[in-house]
């Protein structure tokens, strides 16, 4: 049984996160609003490894770790965020949800003309099967921007961002939890 308890007074609560299978007891300090609003800085630290902990089917005993973990689960995670002008390739970032989430933009003006804009997440050596590219863009224009969705098929494994543009662009990936 993994658990998080919690004691504190006037604005602060420590929650220790202990179980089986844990590398240590963690200690979070949060605002006292936790858990109905986010603490400073967001959802991190022992709610992020409460979430593995989650997600690894450990079970919980205290209802408001349980309500924690599903709002640090429902937070968008930022796998990528990178800009640039030219060709680039990011390094390799780990997906691990089916569903990730693209916006781009790109902006020609100084390259003169309408330009080039390509942009696709892959994993794995597209010459083999098995492999995945998830188009993102393929666009002629001066400028643009938009937001798509992607559905990788290897979920768990590293991808990489590539971009093929004679333009400023930036491309932020992120998923759902």
């Known amino acids: 049984m993994f658990s998080m308890t919690h004691n504190g ?6 929650w220790t996160v202990s179980g089986p299978g844990t590398e240590t007891n963690q200690n979070c300090v949060y605002r006292a ?3 109905a609003a986010a603490p400073e800085g967001g959802y991190s630290g022992c709610v992020a490894a409460l979430s593995k902990y989650v997600a690894q089917g450990k079970a919980i005993n205290d209802a408001a770790a349980k309500a924690a973990a599903a709002r640090a689960a429902a937070a968008p995670h930022v ?20 569903t990730v989430t693209a916006r781009y933009s790109f902006d020609c003006s100084a390259f003169g003309q309408s330009g080039n804009f390509i942009a696709s997440m892959g994993n794995g050596n597209q010459s083999v099967l098995g492999s ?28 990489h961002l590539s971009v093929n543009s004679e333009c400023n662009w930036s491309v932020t990936l992120t998923e759902s939890g």
């Not at 007074?9 to 420590?14: H, K, P, V």
């Not at 998830?134 to 590293?158: E, F, H, K, R, V």
């Open 9 to 14: 007074a006037g604005e602060l609560l420590i």
């Open 33 to 35: 609003a936790f858990p």
């Open 79 to 98: 796998l990528l965020s990178m800009s640039g002008s030219g060709i680039a390739n990011s390094a390799p970032f780990q997906v691990a949800d089916s």
């Open 132 to 159: 995945d590219s998830q188009p993102i863009a393929n666009g002629l224009a001066l400028s643009g921007a938009a937001t798509t969705t992607l559905y990788p098929t290897n979920a768990g494994q590293d991808y």
